[in-house]
């Protein structure tokens, strides 16, 4: 790859992330990320800024974003997020922060049980939602609650949501493609690699779709 771009990583130790951060690095980009355990994070690179902080600290958001090519959020806590809408406090403020620095593409890693801003759930994902998934329902919430502000505040940013579904963090089970009708459990893996790519396609802008294996 010849172009060399730097990214802004949310969530860069959890299990998304981290496959994520591995991808861009291997790919000779650059990686800030901004975590809560650095000691998570894989072995030093000369490539990869860590930056140590919590989303629901005081963060300052114009440093994390100063020089940043794209922003992706694989962010999630769901025993926080039960009551607290973490994610859009944050991203409220992050979104200021890009204007302001000229940054302009975002791509945030939703559920495919969150439903996206005007959209609908169908029944078989909203049964999933209320049964199997329900100790995530505060998490989906925040995922709906970050949609709306994206959609309603957020046009002029080149925002991109990838509603994710994930099963295990297992080896590659194929190669995600998006859909908006077509669901696939994947693994954190896939879905990563999947975030990488999408986050770079112009005709995903301002979508909000599932990701599911491609059939050929
Ligand atoms: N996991 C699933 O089954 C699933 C399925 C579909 C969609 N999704 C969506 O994808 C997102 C990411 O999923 P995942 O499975 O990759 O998540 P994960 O493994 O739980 O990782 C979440 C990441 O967010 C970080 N984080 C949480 N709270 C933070 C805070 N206050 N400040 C800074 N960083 C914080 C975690 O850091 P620490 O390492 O410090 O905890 C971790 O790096 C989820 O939120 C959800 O919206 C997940």
């Known amino acids: 790859m010849s172009q060399r771009y730097t990214f802004l990583v949310l969530g860069a130790t959890g299990g998304t992330g981290k496959h994520f951060v591995a991808q861009a690095l291997g790919d000779g980009h650059t990686v800030r990320a901004l975590v809560r355990s650095p000691g998570k994070l894989p072995s030093p690179s000369p490539n990869l800024q860590v930056v140590q902080g919590s989303i629901a600290d005081p963060i300052d958001t114009d440093a994390?974003?100063?020089?940043?090519?794209?922003?992706?959020?694989?962010?999630?806590?769901?025993?926080?997020?039960?009551?607290?809408?973490?994610?859009?406090?944050?991203?409220?403020?992050?979104?200021?922060?890009?204007?302001?620095?000229?940054?302009?593409?975002?791509?945030y890693q939703a559920g495919?049980?969150?439903?996206?801003?005007?959209?609908?759930?169908?029944?078989i994902l909203w049964l999933l939602r209320y049964t199997l998934a329900r100790g995530f329902d505060g998490q989906h919430q925040d995922n709906e609650a970050v949609m709306e502000y994206l959609a309603t505040e957020a046009m002029d940013i080149d925002w991109i949501v990838h509603r994710a579904g994930i099963g295990s963090d297992g080896p590659s089970k194929g190669t995600l493609v998006r859909s908006s009708k077509d669901f696939s459990v994947a693994t954190h893996r896939d879905c990563a690699e999947y975030s990488y790519r999408t986050i770079m396609e112009n005709a995903a802008i301002?979508?909000?779709d599932f990701s599911c294996y491609s059939k050929v």
């Open 64 to 107: 994390l974003v100063q020089g940043v090519d794209y922003v992706v959020s694989m962010l999630g806590d769901k025993n926080l997020q039960r009551d607290n809408k973490i994610c859009t406090t944050f991203v409220k403020k992050l979104v200021p922060s890009m204007r302001k620095h000229g940054v302009r593409r975002f791509l």
């Open 112 to 123: 495919g049980l969150s439903r996206p801003y005007q959209g609908s759930l169908s029944p």
């Open 206 to 208: 301002h979508t909000s």
